[in-house]
């Protein structure tokens, strides 16, 4: 990532700081962007110390004015956004939905879903100018998890963002990829681990640590850096996660395509009116300009 500029969401701590520093060590200048002014100085110095080149800028990720002058600001300090990852997020409250606070659960909404989008919002456009850029959504697995709508219904709302602007900006050369970093021991996870909410009504939760089937935060940060490359442009609009091998997805990117792997589907029992809008349906998931072109040469 030599003489590229990334932005990093939620880069004060957790998965936002270890995908900074791996993009810093990759020779990236790295923005990272936060609330918290101590969490983000610790970030920058650590990058910073390693010989790395980082600034930070707190402020909150659904503001669009303050996200949209410090783009200005990155953009003055080194240049044009190079990468965005979203990773910036709030877990939302852990109880059953009837119990919850309608507000808490819609600031999970506005936090995880419109934050994404307020920042992609301000990069996306001159990147599909230059016809170079990636964003990098970090996710979670799109699952039914009770006593945790809020958080997962966010999530999965952010992976469909992902999938439609991919689609979009693909004939552009930008990429938009959706991460899902798997289970790391972070400040949130050890909220849903030791709180009581947690305790309560996540006890599954523990079973992850317990089993050693949570990974260490190296792994989601190196898959961060492996779709910030461009060696996997092709999987733009997919979900992965650090257990999936890019390579083996990249050479199954025919098979996946058919069968609609990693992406959010639902799948119903076939019948012949079915199979007649899936047909139909099947043609908006393609770019415009490419239905546009099959249409000037008579393919259809």
């Given at each position: 990532?030599?003489?590229?500029?990334?932005?990093?969401?939620?880069?004060?701590?957790?998965?936002?700081?270890?995908?900074?520093?791996?993009?810093?060590?990759?020779?990236?200048?790295?923005?990272?962007?936060?609330?918290?002014?101590?969490?983000?100085?610790?970030?920058?110095?650590?990058?910073?110390?390693?010989?790395?080149?980082?600034?930070?800028?707190?402020?909150?990720?659904?503001?669009?004015?303050?996200?949209?002058?410090?783009?200005?600001?990155?953009?003055?300090?080194?240049?044009?956004?190079?990468?965005?990852?979203?990773?910036?997020?709030?877990?939302?409250?852990?109880?059953?939905?009837?119990?919850?606070?309608?507000?808490?659960?819609?600031?999970?909404?506005?936090?995880?879903?419109?934050?994404?989008?307020?920042?992609?919002?301000?990069?996306?456009?001159?990147?599909?100018?230059?016809?170079?850029?990636?964003?990098?959504?970090?996710?979670?697995?799109?699952?039914?998890?009770?006593?945790?709508?809020?958080?997962?219904?966010?999530?999965?709302a952010l992976i469909r963002f992902t999938e439609c602007v991919a689609i979009e900006a693909k004939p552009f050369g930008v990429s938009v990829f959706a991460m899902s970093p798997g289970t790391v021991r972070t400040a949130m996870s050890e909220h849903s681990l030791s709180s009581a909410e947690g305790r309560r009504w996540l006890p599954w939760f523990r079973d992850i640590f317990d089993r050693g089937l949570d990974l260490?935060?190296?792994?989601?940060?190196?898959?961060?850096?492996?779709?910030?490359?461009?060696?996997?442009?092709?999987?733009?609009?997919?979900?992965?996660?650090?257990?999936?091998?890019?390579?083996?997805?990249?050479?199954?990117?025919?098979?996946?395509?058919?069968?609609?792997?990693?992406?959010?589907?639902?799948?119903?029992?076939?019948?012949?009116?079915?199979?007649?809008?899936?047909?139909?349906?099947?043609?908006?998931?393609?770019?415009?300009?490419?239905?546009?072109?099959?249409?000037?040469?008579?393919?259809?």
């Amino acid at each position: 990532m030599r003489h590229q500029v990334a932005v990093v969401t939620g880069g004060g701590r957790g998965i936002g700081r270890a995908i900074a520093r791996t993009c810093a060590e990759a020779g990236a200048s790295v923005a990272v962007f936060a609330r918290t002014g101590s969490e983000l100085a610790e970030t920058v110095s650590l990058i910073t110390s390693a010989g790395g080149d980082a600034a930070a800028w707190a402020l909150d990720v659904t503001d669009e004015d303050a996200v949209k002058r410090a783009i200005e600001g990155v953009r003055a300090r080194w240049g044009a956004v190079d990468l965005l990852v979203n990773n910036a997020a709030t877990l939302g409250p852990i109880a059953p939905f009837w119990e919850s606070s309608s507000t808490d659960w819609w600031h999970a909404q506005t936090v995880n879903l419109r934050g994404p989008i307020v920042c992609t919002h301000a990069v996306i456009a001159a990147m599909i100018a230059r016809r170079r850029g990636r964003v990098i959504n970090v996710v979670s697995g799109a699952l039914p998890i009770a006593y945790f709508s809020a958080y997962m219904t966010s999530k999965s709302a952010l992976i469909r963002f992902t999938e439609c602007v991919a689609i979009e900006a693909k004939p552009f050369g930008v990429s938009v990829f959706a991460m899902s970093p798997g289970t790391v021991r972070t400040a949130m996870s050890e909220h849903s681990l030791s709180s009581a909410e947690g305790r309560r009504w996540l006890p599954w939760f523990r079973d992850i640590f317990d089993r050693g089937l949570d990974l260490p935060i190296e792994r989601p940060a190196r898959l961060a850096l492996e779709l910030a490359s461009g060696s996997y442009d092709s999987l733009a609009g997919l979900t992965v996660t650090p257990l999936d091998d890019l390579e083996s997805l990249r050479q199954a990117r025919p098979a996946i395509d058919r069968e609609k792997l990693y992406s959010l589907r639902i799948r119903t029992l076939p019948t012949p009116k079915a199979a007649a809008l899936d047909a139909v349906r099947e043609k908006a998931e393609q770019p415009l300009d490419r239905l546009d072109s099959s249409r000037r040469t008579g393919d259809t």
